[in-house]
């Protein structure tokens, strides 16, 4: 069974930058699409960021567009998601899920996922 844990999370100023962290363990992640989704206080679970199995489709939802970049390394059975210029509105707890879905098509709905992270929180402040 395929195990995923988040990490690099943390407090950080708007502006600032982190680089979260989904490393894998149990199967080979390069099996599997990738995404991020996050949950903020009060809020629905949504969709951020997919990345194909190969590393060669991303997708992004519109608001963290130009600011994150969601990449991944195979052979170290990991994958990133830089976040610069963080804003408030990107205070949430960040998972990672993974798929066998088609590339990212409709990598928002959750129940395309088989494996999920427990979550890393991320919290910006003014």
């Known amino acids: 069974q395929l195990q995923l844990v988040e990490s690099g999370g943390g407090l950080v100023q708007s502006g600032g930058s982190l680089r979260l962290s989904c490393t894998a363990s149990?199967?080979?992640?390069?099996?599997?699409?990738i995404g991020w989704f996050r949950q903020a206080p009060g809020k629905e679970r949504e969709g951020v960021s997919c990345i194909s199995r190969s590393g060669g489709t991303t997708d992004y939802t519109n608001s963290v567009k130009g600011r994150f970049t969601i990449s991944r390394d195979n052979a170290q059975n990991t994958v990133y998601l830089q976040m610069n210029s963080l804003k408030p509105e990107d205070t949430a707890v960040y998972y990672c899920a993974a798929g066998s879905f088609y590339y990212c098509t409709g990598y928002r709905r959750q129940e395309v996922y088989d494996y999920w992270g427990q979550g890393t929180r991320v919290t910006v402040s003014l």
């Open positions: 149990g199967y080979t992640l390069g099996n599997y699409n």
